[in-house]
C-alpha cells in the first residue's frame, strides 16, 4: 500500500519511517507527487491542523494520506506555542539554529521549565475514511541543547521526558519511539494498519 506523508518536515518523515518499519506499506512525499503547495494550518487545536493537511493531501494525491500536526506547550509561557510552536519566537522562516536559540534564551528567564509534547495524527484510508491519533509526552526543558537533532526537530535536543535522564535526541531508535509524542501516536496507527491491511501485502 502506498502511503503519503503530508508534511516537507525531514525530521518527521525520519520518525514516522522508523515506526512504521515492517508493515506493508510505501511511503511517498508530496514532492515525490509534484505536490508543491500546502495549506494553511487554521485550525484551533492540533487534531484540527493534522485533519485540514490530511484532507488536502488526500484531495492532491487521492492516495491514503497521513498528516501529523504536533508542537510544545510550555507551562511558563502559557498558551504561546502549542499549535503555533513552529511559527512562534523567530518565525516560521528561521532556521532551526535561529528557532531554538531564540527558544533557549526567551526560557533563561523562566523558573517553571515544564513541559509536554504533543502530536496529532489524522490519517484517511483508500476509501477516504479518517482516523485520528493522538500521543502526548511529558518532560522538562534543558537550559541548554544537549546534543544534534533530526531536521526540523530543534527542540528534541533540550526536552528530557520524565522518568529519563537524557534529551529526546540522545535516545535509542526504541527509547524515542516508544516513548515520544509523535512515536506513541504513530504506533496506534501502525496497530490500526496491522489490523486493516495486514502484514503480507506487497511493498
Known amino acids: 500500500m502506498q502511503l503519503l506523508i ?3 518536515n525531514d525530521g518527521k518523515v525520519i520518525e514516522i519511517r522508523q515506526v512504521l518499519n515492517g508493515l506493508p506499506v510505501s511511503i511517498v512525499l508530496p514532492a515525490d507527487l509534484k505536490i508543491q503547495t500546502a495549506p494553511v494550518e487554521s485550525g484551533d487545536t492540533f487534531e484540527e ?7 488536502y493531501f488526500f484531495q492532491k494525491s487521492k492516495l491514503p494520506t497521513l498528516a501529523d500536526d504536533s508542537g510544545i506547550i510550555v507551562e511558563a509561557l ?13 518565525g516560521p522562516q528561521a532556521s532551526d539554529e535561529e528557532w531554538i536559540e531564540h527558544f533557549l534564551e526567551r526560557m533563561k528567564k523562566e523558573k517553571n521549565k515544564r513541559a509536554r509534547f504533543v502530536c496529532a495524527l489524522a490519517y484517511i484510508d483508500a476509501a477516504g ?6 500521543g502526548v ?3 522538562i526543558i534543558t537550559p541548554r541543547l544537549e546534543a544534534d537533532y533530526l ?10 521526558p520524565d522518568g529519563f535522564d537524557r534529551v529526546y535526541s540522545t535516545m535509542t531508535i526504541e527509547q524515542k519511539n ?16 496491522r489490523k486493516t491491511i495486514g502484514n503480507s501485502a506487497d511493498m
Open 6 to 8: 503530508g508534511t516537507n
Open 78 to 90: 502559557a498558551d504561546e506555542l502549542g499549535i503555533h510552536t513552529r511559527r512562534w519566537g523567530a
Open 151 to 160: 531536521p526540523g526537530l530543534p527542540i528534541s535536543a533540550c526536552f528530557r
Open 49 to 55: 491542523n493534522a485533519l485540514l493537511k490530511a484532507r
Open 129 to 134: 475514511i479518517t482516523y485520528t491519533f493522538e
Open 178 to 193: 516508544s516513548t515520544s509524542h509523535r512515536g506513541r501516536a504513530v504506533h496506534k496507527l501502525a496497530d490500526h494498519l
Open 137 to 139: 509526552c511529558e518532560g
